[in-house]
């Protein structure tokens, strides 16, 4: 069974203390690996894509990796205004290619 | 540009009301979404609609109503609904990638039902 989960389920850093958040998965044959990040009351806000495993990608403080079994979303030095939820979602091979399995999320609060 | 809208903003209806929502992409995406959203839970996928036709209905109940009158809007007609239905309610849209399919959602409708 398609499976995502997060970890730690809340983080709390002081500005400018980086750190990292995790996203397991198990998957019939990943199609992509897709970050989000959510602030109360609004839609989520797209991050990355990620196919392959080795692939990365970076935007800004954000920094998102992945291998077969995971994928890490590195903050560098981050801001109080990078606080939010932090939602990770794959869509494998099995059924129809669209939906997507998600997370449960990590909030993440930024201290100044 | 990677904008979908949603109208309204906040929308509070009573049991016996019928309402609307609607959303709106000029992406050129074919494929769009519906997605129902509680607190501190993910999205749970509602509708999908591919090339204007409805592609996957998650056994939502017959009171929540989908259409696509063209590929860039996407309705969500409400009618006799419960209060358990209270909730956020998004719209994305895809694209096709080199396997998979981003979406982009909207800023959602925060529903409440009286």
């Known amino acids: 069974e398609d499976q995502v989960t997060q970890s730690p389920e809340a983080l709390r850093l002081q500005e400018g203390e980086s750190s990292s958040l995790n996203c397991s998965y198990t998957v019939s044959g990943l199609r992509g690996l897709f970050w989000y990040r959510q602030d109360p009351g609004k839609g989520p806000e797209f991050l990355f894509t990620?196919?392959?495993?080795?692939e990365e990608k970076e935007k800004e403080r954000l920094k998102a990796t992945l291998t077969k079994k995971e994928s890490f979303l590195h903050i560098t030095a981050p801001k109080p205004e990078d606080s939010a939820t932090y939602l990770c979602a794959v869509q494998g091979s099995a059924g129809n290619n669209r939906k997507l399995i998600w997370g449960l999320g990590t909030s993440l609060a930024v201290n100044p | 540009d990677t904008e979908v809208t949603q109208t309204p903003k906040h929308l509070v209806m009573g049991m016996t009301n019928k309402k609307s929502l609607k959303c709106e992409q000029h992406?050129?995406?074919?494929?769009m979404y519906w997605y129902k959203q509680k607190a501190k839970k993910p999205p749970e996928l509602m509708f999908v609609?591919?090339?204007?036709?409805?592609?996957i209905n998650e056994s939502v109940p017959s009171r929540f109503s989908p259409e696509c009158p063209n590929s860039s809007l996407l309705n969500l007609h409400l009618h006799a609904l419960q209060p358990e239905d209270s909730a956020l309610y998004l719209c994305?849209?895809?694209?096709?990638?080199?396997?998979?399919?981003?979406?982009?959602f909207g800023p959602g409708t925060r529903l409440l039902v009286l």
């Open positions: 994305a849209s895809s694209r096709p990638g080199p396997l998979g399919e981003t979406q982009y």
């Open positions: 609609y591919s090339y204007e036709k409805l592609s």
């Open positions: 990620l196919y392959s495993a080795g």
């Open positions: 992406m050129g995406h074919r494929a």
